[in-house]
T-cell receptor, first 110, second 118 residues
């Protein structure tokens, strides 16, 4: 079955620095979604990418979908304490269920 | 956010108890989901309902029994659980679900029920 892997599992970041988290699928995807879960909270939808090579930005967050539609990345610039949480990618194939990755837990050092 | 609500928020139950988790969505969505979140498997899909019909059942033990009486309500009936079933149980909804769709719809999650089995 489809598998979605995320690396790193943990990301310790100094406030103000940039970092990237990666998402890799074992199969070609029709779309990929990203969610953020704050500590003690629930996953909240951030964005969806559909097209090969697509890049979308949300303020300091940049999301990219790979050319082969098997991988994706989330890059955060100038990390702030509000970025703390776990970021999940979720891969979908033609309306089938989303398969969530294991998440990258982001910890920010002030 | 009050789009998806879950009750109770916390539940402690013994292995011989029977309890139910409730989820309600106020978004007019047609699909609802149950996920289990634990340290071992951060987001594990359990069941999917589309228009009140179960469309996915991910090899979940029979001690978990879902029920979807209408498109706004979803229940998870629990009986004779094991301590390893302790986890956060998240409900989610989306506009639609199905193999005829080109892409997936975003999912809206509820706050979850923190379940502890003693």
């Amino acid at each position: 079955g489809q598998q979605v892997m995320q690396i790193p599992q943990y990301q310790h970041v100094q406030e103000g620095e940039d970092f990237t988290t990666y998402c890799n699928s074992s199969t070609t995807l029709s779309n990929i979604q990203w969610y953020k879960q704050r500590p003690g909270g629930h996953p909240v939808f951030l964005i969806q990418l559909v097209k090969s090579g697509e890049v979308k930005k949300q303020k300091r967050l940049t999301f990219q979908f790979g050319e082969a539609k098997k991988n994706s990345s989330l890059h955060i610039t100038a990390t702030q304490t509000t970025d703390v949480g776990t970021y999940f990618c979720a891969g979908g194939a033609a309306g089938n269920k989303l398969t969530f990755g294991g998440g990258t837990r982001v910890l920010v050092k002030p | 956010e009050t789009g998806v609500t879950q009750t109770p928020r916390h539940l402690v139950m013994g292995m011989t108890n029977k309890k139910s988790l409730k989820c309600e969505q106020h978004l007019g969505h047609n699909a609802m989901y149950w996920y289990k979140q634990s340290a071992k498997k951060p987001l594990e899909l359990m069941f999917v309902y589309s228009l009140e019909e179960r469309v996915e059942n991910n090899s979940v033990p029979s001690r978990f029994s879902p029920e979807c009486p209408n498109s706004s309500h979803l229940f998870l009936h629990l009986h004779t659980l094991q301590p390893e079933d302790s986890a956060l149980y998240l409900c989610a909804s989306s506009q639609d679900y199905g193999k005829g769709l080109a892409h997936n719809y975003e999912q809206y999650f509820g706050p979850g029920t923190r379940l502890t089995v003693t």
